[in-house]
C-alpha cells in the first residue's frame, strides 16, 4: 500500500486548503485512512480518520467544526477539507492507513501500518 499525500501550502489565517491522500497497491476491503499533524518542536498529533466502507470518523477536538474528511472508496482517496485556518494549524501534515483500527484508536499513530509523505500547511500573515 502507498499512499501520496497533496496540497498543502501556504494560505492566509483564516483561509482554507484541502489536502488529498491518494491510495494505491492492494488495499484491504476495511480500513481507515487518517490525517496526522507535526510542528516544530511537538508531538505528532491525530488529526481527523475515516473508514473506507461504514464511514466512521474522528476529528481531534483542536480542528472540530473547521475540518471536514471525505472519502472516495471508488478512487481510494480521502480528503481533508480545512476552513478557517489558524497559525497554530501549521505543521506538516501526514497521511496513513491501517486495518482493524476502532474509533478509540483514531487519534493513535501507532495503529496505522502504512504513511505517506508529509506536505507543509503553513498559516501566516
Known amino acids: 500500500v502507498q499512499l501520496q499525500a497533496s496540497g498543502g501550502g501556504l494560505v492566509l489565517p483564516g483561509g482554507s486548503l484541502r489536502l488529498t491522500c491518494a491510495t494505491s497497491?492492494?488495499?484491504?476491503?476495511?480500513?481507515?485512512t487518517g490525517w496526522f499533524r507535526q510542528a516544530p518542536g511537538k508531538e505528532r498529533e491525530g488529526v481527523s480518520c475515516?473508514?473506507?466502507?461504514?464511514?466512521?470518523?474522528f476529528y481531534a477536538d483542536s480542528v472540530k467544526g473547521r475540518f471536514t474528511i471525505t472519502r472516495d472508496s471508488a478512487r481510494n482517496t480521502a480528503y481533508l477539507q480545512m476552513n478557517s485556518l489558524k497559525p497554530e494549524d501549521t505543521a506538516v501534515y501526514y497521511c496513513?492507513?491501517?486495518?482493524?483500527?476502532?474509533?478509540?484508536?483514531?487519534?493513535?499513530?501507532?495503529?496505522?501500518?502504512?504513511w505517506g509523505q508529509g506536505t507543509q500547511v503553513t498559516v501566516s500573515s
Open positions: 496513513a492507513a491501517g486495518t482493524g483500527i476502532i474509533l478509540s484508536s483514531m487519534r493513535n499513530a501507532a495503529a496505522y501500518n502504512y
Open positions: 497497491g492492494v488495499t484491504p476491503d476495511h480500513y481507515a
Open positions: 475515516i473508514t473506507n466502507d461504514d464511514g466512521m470518523i
